[in-house]
């Protein structure tokens, strides 16, 4: 994790805690298998790491130059090994508790390609087929906005096929 002037926990009204002074942003990444299966690439995040040992999306704090859209692009490049190569964005998720935010980025991407833990913040990243993302213990955020989400994705498929 590079520091940046983002970096820090937010307190909420209700006593939880978010990460990033300027709220977070991450990147869902979706693409077909050969036999034309969606799928979305997820973290498995390390244990050492707030709420670790669930799964989620690459994604972090926002600095206070950046756009969400920078912020979730090279909080992946951090955190995820690979060529993220052409991709299109084909929504945006935000997630506002008035004093903070998430925003999730979803992008379409070409083919499955390969991707690996970058740093120490993964023990793990995968392609997992939509249908099944559900049953992997998701951060609690992540899984409150699912459905959202692949409501989203399942919109933008049907509007580019």
């Known amino acids: 994790m590079e520091d940046g002037d983002g970096n820090g926990w937010v307190y909420l009204p209700d006593g939880s805690r978010r990460w990033g002074v300027y709220g977070a942003a991450g990147l869902l990444l979706y693409g077909t298998d050969v036999a034309g299966i969606g799928h979305v690439l997820l973290?498995?995040?390390?244990?050492w790491t707030h709420m670790g040992g669930m799964w989620g999306i690459p994604g972090g704090a926002r600095n206070r130059d950046e756009t969400p859209l920078e912020a979730a692009v090279r909080e992946f490049h951090e955190e995820i090994a690979g060529d993220l190569g052409g991709y299109t964005v084909v929504g945006a998720h935000e997630h506002d508790l008035?004093?903070?935010r998430y925003d999730t980025f979803l992008l379409s991407?070409?083919?499955?390609?390969?991707?690996?833990?970058a740093n120490s913040e993964s023990t793990e990243?995968?392609?997992v087929p939509v249908t099944a993302a559900e049953s992997l213990p998701l951060l609690p955020a992540f899984r409150t906005?699912?459905?959202a989400l692949v409501t989203d994705l399942q919109r933008s498929v049907e509007t580019a096929g």
């Open 43 to 47: 973290q498995h995040r390390a244990g």
């Open 98 to 100: 008035a004093v903070w």
């Open 109 to 117: 991407v070409p083919e499955l390609a390969a991707f690996s833990p």
């Open 125 to 127: 990243v995968r392609w």
């Open 145 to 147: 906005a699912w459905p």
